[in-house]
């Protein structure tokens, strides 16, 4: 743009605007800038790109690719806390106020894509707290706020008719969970 024949004819080249926008611009530091400032965010798009897809998509995987777009910007930084601490706070703030709710928490946590493959889940407080949150809110009967956990606590283990197959396209649950494995899966309790 700056060694264009428009540039060199426009009336900016001589201005302390022009001077100033051309020495920026040229500058390869501004340009690193500009390549690291899209590595930040390159992980982000990729999730608002899933926001704008076609189709439905299930809150719970949208949960799911925040998770891993927080840590591919903590891999860029080489998992230094120091360096990307400030941009996950931010992150971090504008989903707990958007949409980090115990009903989305609770649909990432039912979903067979997570509950089967993330083994470390059942030990995450804050789907258990937001599993509770939803049963006392949906079910104000104790008795059936019981039954809920137990009917949980049989999905978790397959026990019983959640241990048989199901209406998850017919698959059993131990299919269901490979199944997950390689494609998003949208079955819900």
């Not at 258990?128 to 956990?149: F, G, R, T």
């Not at 999905?155 to 299919?175: P, Q, W």
Request: a negative charge; aromatic letters at 12%.
């Amino acid at each position: 743009m700056f060694v264009s024949e428009d540039w060199t004819k426009s009336k900016w080249v001589e201005k302390a605007d022009g001077k100033l926008v051309r020495e920026i611009v040229m500058d390869s530091r501004y340009w690193n800038r500009v390549q690291y400032a899209l590595s930040v965010f390159q992980p982000l798009v990729k999730v608002l790109k899933m926001f704008d897809a076609e189709k439905e998509l299930a809150m719970s995987h949208i949960y799911k690719a925040m998770e891993d777009a927080k840590e591919e910007i903590k891999k860029l930084f080489g998992n230094d806390e120091a360096k990307y601490g400030e941009y996950l706070k931010i992150i971090e703030d504008k989903w707990n106020y958007q949409l980090e709710r115990p009903l989305h928490l609770a649909g990432y946590y039912l979903n067979l894509a997570h509950f089967y493959i993330d083994h470390e889940i059942h030990n995450k407080t804050e789907f258990i707290d937001a599993m509770n949150q939803c049963n006392i809110k949906l079910n104000p009967d104790l008795e059936v706020q019981d039954k809920v956990v137990m009917d949980v606590e049989k999905y978790r283990f397959s026990l019983g008719s959640l241990g048989k197959e199901m209406v998850h396209g017919g698959h059993t649950l131990g299919a269901a969970r490979h199944i997950c494995a390689r494609r998003p899966c949208v079955y819900y309790i």
